[in-house]
């Protein structure tokens, strides 16, 4: 997802009850990487990662910008209770995707 580096990027981490793929909500982490396009706006690489809801993962509510931390955003992500719980959890979906702003 971020194997090329481009000026002015940024990486968001999302994670909650965003969406629904059957009749039970379901845990959401979410990635998003965001570059500018040539009108202004921005190309938004989209990587969500679907599991079963659980009362744990329930309480994982949040969002963050990279630029809003003094550590890399990976490193953030993989020392965090919600990577850490999320791991040991078999995921439902993962869904990979393109949009712009």
Known sequence: ??????DEE???????TFT?????????ISLVRQVP???????????DI???LTS?????IGSIWDEDLDENIFD????SEIFADAKEKEY?????????T
Not at 76 to 79: A, E, L, T
């Open 1 to 6: 997802m971020c194997g090329t580096l481009f």
């Open 10 to 16: 940024m990486i968001l981490f999302e994670t909650g």
């Open 20 to 28: 629904r793929l059957s009749n039970d909500p379901l845990f959401q």
């Open 37 to 47: 396009n040539d009108d202004e706006e921005f190309y938004q690489v989209h990587l």
């Open 50 to 52: 679907f599991y079963k």
């Open 56 to 60: 744990e993962n329930a309480e994982f």
């Open 76 to 79: 953030y992500i993989r020392n």
């Open 92 to 100: 439902l979906k993962v869904k990979i995707y393109l949009d712009e």
